[in-house]
């Protein structure tokens, strides 16, 4: 069965830290899809970021960039020179190929609280 | 008007009540999605419509009915619910396919007294 885990249940730092969001997998299926969502006080889950397990490259978007290492079932989510505004709750999620209802597992989350 | 809207936003209700969530997108998806998130618990899936039809039913009790009559307009219906229940309801849709990324509304925010 696949499973997600998000060890950190919550982080702290101060503005212009960096911090980095672990994130393990566990899944039989050999083509599979990593997503991850930011989830703001407001509520609305907001998708960041999709990768295949086909595809190792790491990807660096603005302050964001990933890590995605398929030899340890981890897909690392880093946050450079964080803000006040990314405070929120960040999940993990994965999808298998086989998965029926595009079905997609989350990890429990991580909250992450910037301080100016 | 884009993306996923639900409505109410927050919803209080006794426990022998009957009410209904609505969710409706506008990205001409054709996937559509029910979680519930609790305090302290992951994200659970409830409900997944594909097309119009439900795919899956992630053994959510009955007193939570759903129904989607197009692919853009879903619906849960809640009647005798538990406090238990109490919760974030939030609804997603997505293109078929499990590769697809959903987009969610920002949910609804239910009290069961």
């Known amino acids: 069965a696949q499973k997600v885990t998000q060890a950190q249940t919550e982080i702290s730092v101060v503005e212009k830290e960096d911090v980095t969001l672990d994130c393990v997998y566990e899944?039989?299926?050999?083509?599979?899809?990593l997503f991850w969502y930011k989830q703001p006080p407001s509520g609305e889950l907001v998708f960041l970021i999709r990768?295949?397990?086909?595809?190792?490259q790491n990807e660096i978007s603005g302050r964001y960039s990933w890590n995605f290492q398929k030899s340890t079932s981890s897909f690392n989510f880093t946050i450079t020179a964080s803000q006040v505004v990314d405070s929120a709750v960040y999940f993990c999620?994965?999808?298998?190929?086989?998965?029926?209802?595009?079905?997609?597992?989350f990890g429990g989350g991580t909250r992450v609280l910037v301080k100016p | 008007e884009t993306g996923v809207t639900q409505t109410p936003r927050h919803l209080v209700m006794g426990m022998t009540n009957k009410k209904s969530l609505k969710c409706e997108q506008h990205?001409?998806?054709?996937?559509m999605y029910w979680y519930k998130q609790s305090a302290k618990k992951p994200l659970e899936l409830m409900f997944v419509?594909?097309?119009?039809?439900?795919?899956e039913n992630n053994s959510v009790p009955s007193r939570f009915s759903p129904e989607c009559p197009n692919s853009s307009h879903l619906f849960l219906h809640l009647h005798t619910l538990q406090p238990e229940d109490s919760a974030l309801y939030l609804c997603?849709?997505?293109?078929?396919?499990?590769?697809?990324?959903?987009?969610f509304g920002d949910g609804t925010r239910l009290s069961i007294l």
């Open positions: 997603a849709s997505s293109q078929d396919g499990v590769q697809q990324p959903q987009h």
């Open positions: 899944t039989r299926d050999t083509t599979y899809y």
């Open positions: 990768r295949n397990s086909f595809d190792e």
């Open positions: 999620a994965l999808s298998e190929r086989e998965a029926a209802g595009n079905k997609l597992t």
């Open positions: 990205l001409g998806h054709n996937a």
């Open positions: 419509y594909n097309f119009k039809e439900q795919t």
